[in-house]
């Protein structure tokens, strides 16, 4: 008999070509990356938290994934009457594990299923259904269905307080009303598991809703270079588009609405020469003051706070780059900070720059605004610092500006602005090649290396590697301004 868990399930809402791998060609669905891999982790870590506010609670077969073995134990462990952590029943070909059945009443169950997100989501909705579903069917008595979720207007202050960081809303009647088509949903994905040949499924907007497909890169590939799905802010439209039979930009009809930088950049592609504004550009590069500092934040988001003062998912920088040009033609110093986890790093981090970006030039950072934000709530932590920063914040310049306009435009950027398609498209420089070569994977290593379990030859060996990238980052930087001079003259 074939079962459906909530994960194959969900999956067979989202796409019938991604439930039928699943069954019949799992080992071509790619094993998770490292960025879906750390949602996993920390969506288990606050499920752990979770399980602290029913004190006395059971683990149902800890460790154990075989169903099974998990029905027995299941079984045997409601007659204790105390709250069950994933225990597991079956119905019909659903099968479900609940992150929590709480006892209530006489005999009945509330369903409580446990997110690391701050909001509550559609997909959640479909979650609870199957596993009310399976749950009544076999047996039990359901009261209520709550989704429990991240509190992000929490502040840690002293220890975490699981009671105040999760949020538990009461979801039953959404669940009631999705209850009477959970059925006729498992008939219909049992036949599409039965099906000898996968489903021919176009791409469309559920590739990536709820969730991204790891079939991706497999459904995607028969697109060209410089597509439709590559232009600039034309989001769901491209789909449209491809219904037309255009794949390519450079095919897309004259007479079809595009705005000002979507026709910049279908020209730049159909020409193969980058656009370059240089009135445009020459009014930006007056506008920066020597000495110039180019800065760069790495920064993790975590939904527990590790430190006080801190909000749940609240962007903490632990590194920065500082690179100084005193004047023009100068050779630029270098400054950096890596935190090493043993204090809130927003304070060290203040007053290093305190010291180091004195008081007048531009402080030049790529998505100025991130930077500004960091540094704003660094200030924050100590009000004493407003002064300094009510000076310090008028001189600020995004260097993205010029990119986002698109005063310049080169087609190797595929419709990007952002700095890993703008530096190597305009002056060679790339992250290849590099140990850490973005922004998330510098978040999870120093998360890994900090306060996971690795050797100290591993964490020094990481440390240096983020020093690597944040350099590269501020002295790309220099790089691309010295190269928008060039191309202003």
């Given at each position: 008999m074939t079962f459906l868990s909530k994960s194959k399930y969900l999956a067979g809402l989202q796409c019938s070509k991604l439930l039928w791998?699943?069954?019949n060609a799992k080992e071509d669905i790619p094993a998770p990356d490292e960025a879906t891999q750390a949602i996993f982790d920390q969506g288990h870590e606050v499920g752990e938290l979770a399980k602290t506010l029913f004190p006395g609670g059971i683990d149902v077969a800890k460790g154990i994934v075989d169903f099974a073995q998990v029905l027995p134990q299941s079984?045997?462990?409601i007659k204790s009457r105390k709250a069950l952590f994933e225990a597991a029943f079956s119905y019909k070909n659903a099968f479900a594990r609940a992150d929590v059945l709480n006892p209530v009443g006489k005999g009945q169950w509330d369903i409580i299923e446990v997110k690391s997100s701050t909001e509550v989501k559609d997909i959640n909705f479909h979650d609870l259904a199957l596993q009310r579903y399976t749950y009544e069917g076999a047996g039990l008595k359901v009261r209520n269905c709550f989704l429990m979720y991240i509190n992000n207007e929490y502040v840690r202050r002293g220890r975490i307080d699981p009671k105040n960081l999760f949020i538990r809303d009461d979801v039953t009647k959404q669940v009631a009303d999705l209850l009477p088509?959970?059925?006729g949903n498992l008939k219909g994905m049992v036949d599409v598991i039965r099906l000898k040949k996968r489903p021919d499924i176009s791409i469309g907007p559920q590739c990536n809703d709820p969730y991204d497909c790891p079939l991706h890169e497999m459904c995607w590939d028969f697109l060209p270079d410089h597509n439709v799905f590559t232009l600039n802010r034309l989001g769901r439209k491209a789909f449209d588009l491809l219904k037309q039979g255009v794949t390519r930009i450079v095919d897309i009809p004259e007479n079809y609405k595009l705005n000002v930088t979507q026709r910049i950049q279908r020209e730049s592609v159909k020409h193969r020469q980058p656009k370059i504004d240089k009135p445009a550009i020459r009014a930006f590069l007056k506008e920066l003051k020597?000495?110039?500092?180019f800065l760069d934040f790495e920064t993790f988001a975590t939904a527990i706070p590790l430190f006080d003062e801190v909000r749940p998912y609240q962007q903490i920088p632990f590194q920065f780059s500082l690179h100084i040009v005193t004047a023009e033609g100068e050779e630029a110093e270098h400054h950096s900070y890596l935190a090493d986890g043993s204090v809130d790093p927003r304070r060290e981090i203040r007053s290093g720059l305190k010291s180091l970006l004195g008081t007048k030039g531009s402080i030049i950072s790529y998505n100025a605004p991130f930077e500004r934000a960091r540094l704003k709530e660094a200030c924050k932590v100590n009000p004493q610092h407003s002064t300094w920063w009510d000076r310090t914040e008028p001189r600020?310049?995004?260097?993205?500006?010029?990119?986002?306009?698109?005063?310049?435009?080169h087609p190797d950027q595929e419709g990007s602005a952002s700095m890993k398609a703008v530096l190597p498209a305009l002056t060679g420089t790339s992250y290849e090649g590099m140990a850490i070569a973005g922004g998330g994977a510098a978040s999870r290593e120093y998360l890994r290396v900090t306060f996971g379990d690795a050797t100290s030859v591993e964490k020094q060996m990481v440390r240096k590697q983020l020093e690597d990238y944040c350099a590269l980052d501020t002295m790309g930087m220099i790089q691309i301004l010295d190269r928008l001079t060039e191309l202003s003259e």
């Open positions: 791998y699943h069954y079984l045997e462990a088509k959970v059925e020597y000495p110039l500092y600020i310049v995004d260097l993205l500006a010029p990119f986002r306009a698109f005063h310049y435009y």
